[in-house]
């Protein structure tokens, strides 16, 4: 299974775009790469999740490199409320479907 | 859409009881549900898969015979955790796949049971 790699933490302040990276250099064909957060004593919340393209909803943009090798989640304007927990998460190859967690990167968004 | 609640969101329980944990699936049908444990300032651990109408698959290190699921209806998935200790304290979180769409599609997360065990 492909495993991710992300920054401990990060800092963002406040209306400007916070660009998280993630990379998942074995990440196999036909896995997703996903994201979710997780504000404190809550479950996670997913964001978004994308194969090759990039992609894009009312909450982020998943920027995916042309290799597949590394992604990056982009808020673009973050609010104190986005301050969370960020996962970027490989689909595993097996059928079940399951996501296994990383730790993840904790951004912090600033005043 | 898809919302995913879990009951009780906090409960306290004393040492060698059992408490057992409720995830629905309000607005959809789930044939698949998944359980997480959460340790403070660590990230979710994967305890088991729990399929409806039949066992449950259990992560490897994750006793099946302390922690007991059942998924007998396509909108709830239960764990027990039996014969509970401290260190079983936790935070508990589930998640559910819509019925119908495939293994890539998002999962849906309740918002998790803190389970405290004295």
């Known amino acids: 299974d492909a495993k991710t790699t992300q920054p401990t933490s990060m800092d963002c302040a406040e209306g400007r775009a916070a660009n998280l990276p993630c990379n998942h250099s074995?990440?196999?064909?036909?896995?997703?790469v996903y994201w979710y957060r997780q504000i404190h004593s809550q479950g996670p919340q997913y964001i978004i999740h994308?194969?090759?393209n990039n992609e894009t909803n009312e909450m982020a943009s998943l920027i995916i490199t042309e290799d597949r090798k590394s992604s990056t989640l982009i808020l673009p304007h973050a609010t104190l409320r986005d301050t969370a927990v960020y996962y970027c998460?490989?689909?595993?190859?097996?059928?079940?479907?399951?996501?296994?967690f990383g730790q993840g990167t904790t951004l912090q968004v600033k005043p | 859409g898809a919302v995913v609640s879990q009951h009780p969101s906090r409960v306290i329980c004393k040492s060698g009881t059992s408490v057992k944990i409720e995830c629905r699936s309000l607005?959809?049908?789930?044939?698949?549900m998944f359980w997480y444990r959460q340790f403070p300032k660590q990230s979710l651990m994967l305890m088991a898969t729990s399929n409806e109408g039949s066992k449950a698959t259990y992560e490897q290190g994750v006793e099946k015979d302390k922690f007991l699921i059942n998924h007998a209806s396509l909108t709830l998935s239960t764990l027990t955790v039996t014969s509970a200790h401290p260190e079983d304290s936790s935070f508990y979180i589930c998640?559910?796949?819509?019925?119908?769409?495939?293994?890539?599609?998002?999962?849906?997360f309740g918002n998790g049971t803190r389970l405290t065990v004295t």
């Open positions: 607005d959809f049908q789930a044939t698949t």
């Open positions: 998640s559910a796949r819509r019925r119908g769409q495939g293994y890539n599609s998002p999962l849906h």
């Open positions: 074995t990440i196999s064909g036909n896995e997703y």
């Open positions: 998460i490989v689909n595993p190859s097996s059928n079940t479907g399951k996501l296994i």
């Open positions: 994308g194969l090759k």
